[in-house]
Each structure stands twice: as structure tokens, then as C-alpha cells.
């Protein structure tokens, strides 16, 4: 069966400060990746999508990068911290951009 | 520009009774549209599914109803429980927007004892 992971769980850094979310999934290859972010009374905002190593695709300009440099591996970044960057942060597979999307267990960060 | 919308942040039921969780969405390219249930600190987990070519779909105690019309979903939920306290998300996907999910904005659903 397929399991996906995501760490850490919970960060409170500073602004101004980097970023590293990581995520991975087991039991399948070549999974279309998915980087989300809810905030506080929002809705689930796509940040970034992945079809393979190494091709991101950025659905919001903002203060975050996302690279892939595996197949099953994701990775959530930013090079400076904003208090805007708050929120829970869920990382997502899908066999194919047509299949049904399985969630991790999410990052709760909190920018102070 | 919201695209899908939850007009009810939250809604509550008595155990037993039907919960009927509304989605509203304005793209008419969208082709298939999905539910979530969150709980708190964990991603959400896939409910149910319905393509553009239905207009109901059932799961057990689940059933998703589409109206194409009015660009309208529903999730009912009967007999409700208690252990279907959760955050509901509609998404919603078009098939030449390359299937990319756009979310509501959740209805918190509370189930009385």
C-alpha cells in the first residue's frame, strides 16, 4: 500500500529565517506531487504541482520554492520567512493528474 | 476570484439526522468534483467522488448529489455520527485545466450526542 510523509509535524521559526518541508511517498513510482497551504478560516490553496524529477509547476507567485530531486521525494522551501507564510501545510500524491489526490499529515508552521 | 465556494463555515446536526453539506462553483469546465474530510492537525482524507456525467453517487452513508445547472453540489451524510465531526472541503477539476483540484473553503461539521 502507499504511505506518505511528511516532516516535520509541527516548526515555529522566525521571520526572516529559511524553510525545508520535506515529503515523501512509499509504495509507488513516479507519483504527480502536490504541495498545499491552508490558512487560518481558508480553504486548501495549490502551491505547487510536480509530473517527474526535477518539473515543478507554480500555481501562486509568492515567497516559496518547491524542487524534486527524487522521485518520490518533495521538497517545500523558502530562502526568508514572511508572517504571512503561517498556515498548515499539506503535501499530496495522485497516480495521474486524473486520479484522486491522498493527502499527508500535514506541517503546522508558524512564522513569529 | 473563488471559484468553488462553501457559503457555510459550519453547520450543526444531531446524531441520527441527515447533514447536507452545500458547494457552489462557477467554472462550468469543471468535469468532476470530489469531497474531503479533515480532521484537526491531519490532511484530509478522500470521501467521495462524482463525475459530470452523473447527478448522484452513493457510498454507503455517503451520497454526493450534482446539480449541473446550478453549478451545485451536495454531500449528504445519513444517519449522521458523532465520528463524522470533521472539516468538509468540495474540490472541484477540469479535465483541460489538467485536472488541477480547486478547493471551497470548508464546512465545519459538528454531530450532537
Known amino acids: 500500500s502507499q504511505t506518505i510523509h511528511q516532516w516535520p509535524a509541527t516548526l515555529v521559526q522566525p521571520v526572516g529565517s529559511p524553510l525545508s518541508l520535506e515529503c515523501t511517498v512509499e509504495?509507488?513510482?513516479?507519483?504527480?506531487l502536490y504541495w498545499y497551504r491552508q490558512a487560518a478560516g481558508r480553504g486548501l490553496q495549490l502551491l505547487f504541482y510536480?509530473?517527474?524529477?526535477?518539473?515543478i509547476s507554480s500555481e501562486v507567485p509568492q515567497n516559496l520554492s518547491a524542487s524534486r530531486p527524487q522521485d518520490r521525494q518533495f521538497i517545500l522551501s523558502s530562502k526568508k520567512l514572511l508572517l504571512s507564510d503561517s498556515g498548515f501545510y499539506l503535501c499530496a500524491w495522485s497516480r495521474g493528474r486524473e486520479d484522486t489526490q491522498y493527502f499527508g499529515p500535514g506541517t503546522r508552521l508558524t512564522v513569529l | 476570484d473563488q471559484q468553488v465556494k462553501q457559503n457555510s463555515p459550519s453547520l450543526s446536526v444531531q446524531e441520527g439526522r441527515i447533514s447536507i453539506l452545500n458547494c457552489d462553483y462557477t467554472n462550468s469546465m469543471f468535469d468532476y468534483f470530489l469531497w474531503y474530510k479533515k480532521y484537526p492537525a491531519e490532511g484530509p482524507t478522500f470521501l467521495i467522488s462524482i463525475s459530470s456525467i452523473k447527478d448522484k453517487n452513493e457510498d454507503g452513508r455517503f451520497t454526493v448529489f450534482l446539480n449541473k445547472s446550478a453549478k451545485h453540489l451536495s454531500l449528504h451524510i445519513v444517519p449522521s455520527q458523532p465520528g463524522d465531526s470533521a472539516v468538509y472541503f468540495c474540490a472541484a477539476s477540469a479535465y483541460n485545466a489538467g485536472n488541477m483540484l480547486t478547493f471551497g473553503g470548508g464546512t465545519r461539521l459538528m454531530v450532537k450526542p
Open positions: 510536480s509530473v517527474g524529477i526535477g518539473q
Open positions: 509504495g509507488t513510482s513516479n507519483p504527480n
